[in-house]
């Protein structure tokens, strides 16, 4: 894989000093505007070898081709890359790099407080007493110990969240078309088709990218399929479950409870989202999975570690495109 011609990187969203600082350190030049607007994106591409973003710069096929000649590398400071034209990325040589395992531990973490909060009604809870009630009946919630917790996506952040809920007591089956059974097994998951793992969770939760064979995944179909009254989570990506289907699980009582942290259009204020995030068995929190102090650092040192390492010709680990750069 080509290196990173004279190190320019531009920076175009709000990350950790970190990142600047270790490849300042290494030789790059840096430029650092987050919030930059499209149209000076645009312009200004074709002057730099690497580009950072976060999820709010939007790396169209405009940007790319923009960039194309000069532009070696985007990179991701997360996980999720719906926001950069991968295919477009690869026609044009362009490398696209995110760091995985940079916010694992953050989005295990918030799902499983999601899971808890969904199993308990601590939101409602809480706003009940803000405003005056003593509703205690009303809040009725479940143990989740012995529940069946299914995680769809087994990658980093599914077998965190599993090895988290086994300690509370929840047996965790899942789904990934990557995993095998027996690496499944060696972190406590039981492997099976989605088709026969509907019928047993009391819980789902998502963990997949949002590609075409994910994308409503959760549907009025599957939906059918699960146990009444049954509770999902989703720390991924919107979209991954059906929202119009949701609503329509949650106001029949199919779907006993839904933690969201993210939504098909961000922030969840059109295309019926507004209805869906107040239904009063939602839990909704504005994409926090990554929101930690720790996560912001380690992802921000990471990618720019991927940088210097695709500079200096070694393995970079967190590259997407990687068979489309070589053919």
Not at 70 to 96: H, Q, Y
Request: aromatic share 4%.
């Amino acid at each position: 894989m080509a290196g990173l011609g004279e190190k320019k990187v531009l920076i175009s969203d709000s990350i950790s000093k970190i990142c600047q600082e270790t490849l300042t350190s290494a030789g790059f030049t840096v430029d650092y505007r987050p919030g930059i607007s499209k149209e000076d994106l645009i312009a200004c591409i074709k002057d730099y070898d690497g580009l950072i973003v976060r999820s709010g710069t939007k790396v169209t096929k405009e940007v790319l081709e923009a960039g194309a000649g000069r532009l070696k590398a985007v990179g991701r400071a997360g996980t999720g890359v719906d926001n950069i034209d991968i295919p477009v990325a690869s026609e044009k040589g362009i490398a696209v790099i995110n760091t995985p395992s940079g916010n694992s531990i953050s989005a295990a973490e918030h799902t499983c407080a999601m899971i808890l909060a969904t199993a308990r009604n601590i939101p409602q809870g809480h706003f009940s007493v803000k405003n005056g009630k003593w509703e205690r009946s009303k809040f009725m919630g479940v143990e989740v110990q012995g529940k069946t917790l299914a995680i769809i996506g087994l990658g980093r952040i599914g077998r965190e969240v599993a090895t988290r809920m086994q300690s509370f007591g929840m047996k965790t089956i899942g789904f990934d078309p990557l995993v095998p059974a027996d690496e499944a097994a060696k972190f406590g998951v039981e492997w099976m088709e989605t088709a026969n793992i509907w019928p047993l969770a009391d819980f789902i939760t998502v963990h997949t990218p949002l590609i075409p064979a994910t994308k409503g995944l959760l549907n009025d179909t599957s939906f059918g399929q699960c146990k009444k009254g049954v509770r999902v989570v989703n720390v991924a990506r919107g979209g991954i479950i059906d929202e119009a289907a949701l609503v329509r699980a949650l106001q029949s009582g199919q779907c006993g409870g839904a933690a969201l942290d993210v939504y098909s259009t961000e922030p969840p204020t059109s295309n019926g989202l507004e209805d869906l995030v107040k239904e009063e068995k939602v839990v909704c929190t504005p994409h926090l999975g990554a929101s930690t102090v720790e996560a912001q650092v380690k992802v921000a040192e990471e990618v720019a570690n991927e940088f210097i390492a695709m500079a200096e010709g070694r393995t970079v680990n967190g590259l997407l495109n990687g068979k489309a750069l070589k053919k």
